[in-house]
């Protein structure tokens, strides 16, 4: 599967913590050393949504987000997460520099980004399958 590099660091913002560490270990475990160029720093980020019916943008608040970028053997990696977890994000930004510089464990990356891909895709089905139900559908009268 193809992955965008946006795509990329939309799916290691949803990785759990847990699948990121174990990820980022592994691609340090050959001993390169990643430069921080952004420690993980928290922050607020206005978020914005359409409005389904007008389509207008309207800001519906703040949320708490954290951030890192990092260099590892010449590839730029950047993360940002919702919440305050900074281990998780700079995991996600090694990871995203794994990919950014071509290295070895680029593929173990990318089969991480599938599986939260897949995971986020049945999570939406399943969402869906509840909501079907309250659907109402009207009949057009001619």
């Given at each position: 599967m193809?992955f965008s590099?946006?795509?990329?660091?939309?799916?290691?913002?949803?990785?759990?913590?847990e699948?990121?560490v174990g990820v980022?270990?592994?691609?340090?475990?050959?001993g390169?050393?990643?430069?921080?160029?952004?420690?993980?720093?928290v922050?607020?980020?206005?978020?914005?949504?359409?409005?389904?019916?007008?389509?207008?943008?309207?800001?519906l608040?703040d949320?708490?987000?954290?951030?890192?970028?990092?260099?590892?053997?010449?590839?730029?990696?950047?993360?940002?997460?919702l919440?305050?977890?900074?281990?998780?994000?700079?995991?996600a930004a090694?990871?995203?520099?794994?990919?950014?510089?071509?290295?070895?464990?680029a593929?173990?990356?990318?089969?991480?980004?599938?599986?939260?891909?897949?995971?986020?895709?049945?999570?939406?089905?399943?969402?869906?399958?509840?909501?079907?139900?309250?659907?109402?559908?009207?009949?057009?009268?001619?």
């Amino acid at each position: 599967m193809e992955f965008s590099r946006e795509d990329t660091a939309a799916l290691l913002a949803v990785a759990s913590r847990e699948e990121l560490v174990g990820v980022a270990d592994a691609c340090l475990a050959d001993g390169v050393t990643p430069r921080v160029l952004r420690a993980p720093e928290v922050g607020c980020v206005a978020t914005q949504v359409v409005e389904p019916v007008a389509g207008e943008r309207f800001l519906l608040g703040d949320v708490l987000a954290v951030q890192a970028e990092v260099e590892l053997a010449g590839g730029r990696g950047w993360s940002m997460r919702l919440g305050d977890d900074r281990a998780a994000v700079l995991a996600a930004a090694i990871c995203d520099a794994e990919v950014q510089a071509g290295r070895p464990r680029a593929d173990d990356v990318l089969a991480l980004c599938a599986r939260v891909a897949a995971r986020e895709a049945a999570t939406a089905d399943d969402e869906w399958a509840l909501l079907a139900p309250t659907v109402v559908e009207f009949e057009e009268l001619t």
